[in-house]
């Protein structure tokens, strides 16, 4: 997986509930993202980083935010677990000074998450 | 909004055909174009790059990107049943961001 992990892989929790997941390279990538993926919805980019500490949203942010300290990990944060945020959480990685591979992306293994 | 389309399948061919993957796109200054495998419970994998209007070849696998037309496939030569996954489009965004159609389900059978 390029050098991408995630932790937790699986998280079950309870409705009203932080939850942290981490994604962590070794790949010096300097973009980073979260994507979240549900039948009948595909993949949709939820928060993503083009830097330390320079982070932006996506699509379907509301309800999550993200934090970047180091180059190596980016953080998503659930501040509150819904039920409607229970799916499977990809982080991918990508490096923009790449011109011949311009915007390949290399996903991590994922996180399965279930509110309950 | 951005959208890319693909037809969700199933598609099922039987081994040693031509699989063929289709997906459109709705903006016409996208850039780049990228074709994903994912196999059930596994993230996706890049299998396919490509930025210019033509083919572009790499094994049994075979892009074809029209900016023309919007329109952006894949042909899987001798399809093998490990060649049995969901493949996904993906263009990329203004964020640098990818927008992933649905993904067309192949089923190769032996």
């Known amino acids: 997986d390029a050098g991408i992990t995630q932790s937790p892989r699986h998280k079950v929790t309870e409705t009203g509930t932080p939850v942290t997941l981490r994604c962590h390279q070794t790949?010096?990538?300097?973009?980073m993202y979260w994507y979240r993926q549900d039948p009948g919805h595909g993949l949709r980019l939820i928060h993503y980083s083009y830097g330390v500490k320079d982070t932006d949203k996506g699509e379907v942010s509301d309800g999550y935010s993200v934090s970047r300290s180091k180059t190596e990990d980016f953080l998503l944060t659930l501040e509150s677990a819904t039920s409607s945020q229970t799916s499977v959480y990809f982080c991918?990685?990508?490096?923009?000074?790449?011109?011949?591979?311009?915007?390949?992306?290399?996903f991590g293994p994922g996180t399965r998450l279930t509110v309950l | 909004q951005k959208e890319v389309e693909q037809n969700s399948g199933p598609l099922s061919v039987p081994e040693g055909a031509i699989a063929s993957l289709n997906c459109t796109y709705s903006?016409?200054?996208?850039?780049?174009f990228f074709w994903y495998r994912q196999y059930s419970g596994k993230s996706p994998e890049l299998i396919m790059s490509?930025?210019?209007?033509g083919d572009k070849e790499d094994g049994r696998f075979t892009a074809q990107l029209n900016k023309a037309s919007q329109y952006v496939s894949l042909l899987i030569r001798d399809s093998q049943p490990s060649d049995s996954a969901t493949y996904l489009c993906?263009?990329?965004?203004?964020?640098?961001?990818?927008?992933f159609g649905k993904g067309t389900k192949l089923s190769v059978k032996p």
């Open positions: 991918a990685i990508s490096e923009p000074w790449d011109r011949e591979n311009k915007d390949e992306q290399f």
């Open positions: 790949e010096n990538h300097r973009y």
């Open positions: 993906a263009v990329g965004g203004s964020q640098g961001n990818l927008i």
């Open positions: 490509i930025y210019s209007n």
């Open positions: 903006d016409r200054g996208s850039q780049s």
